[in-house]
């Protein structure tokens, strides 16, 4: 059965860093993308990042690009997601998803097929 496990989160100060780390299991195949969510106390679940599956290109949102570094170890199925310069509003439980219907990027959650359990990112002072 396939699973995926989230982990690096943490209590950083503004300004720092964390590396996520998410690790799929079960896997039977290369093809599919991965994605980033994240979701803050009180709002819905939003795209961070994405890897596609068919081109291996990779996406970000505008408020963490050139602070966010998605990458993937595909010998041992693990994606990364490096947090850098990390803001406040940064906060929030962040969650690996696969796509393996088509190996696609989707920016919409109901486009993934599996989900993490998520690990809790908090930026304070």
């Known amino acids: 059965q396939l699973q995926l496990v989230e982990s690096g989160g943490g209590l950083v100060q503004p300004g720092g860093s964390l590396r996520l780390s998410c690790v799929a299991s079960g896997l039977t195949s290369d093809g599919y993308g991965i994605g980033w969510f994240r979701q803050a106390p009180g709002k819905e679940r939003e795209w961070v990042s994405c890897l596609s599956g068919k081109h291996g290109s990779i996406y970000y949102e505008d408020s963490v690009k050139g602070r966010f570094t998605f990458s993937r170890d595909i010998a041992n199925n693990t994606a990364y997601l490096q947090m850098t310069s990390l803001k406040p509003e940064d906060t929030g439980v962040y969650y690996c998803?696969?796509?393996?219907?088509?190996?696609?990027?989707?920016?919409?959650?109901?486009?993934?097929?599996?989900w993490g359990q998520g690990t809790q990112v908090t930026v304070s002072s």
């Open positions: 998803a696969l796509d393996l219907a088509e190996a696609a990027c989707p920016r919409f959650l109901e486009l993934y097929d599996y």
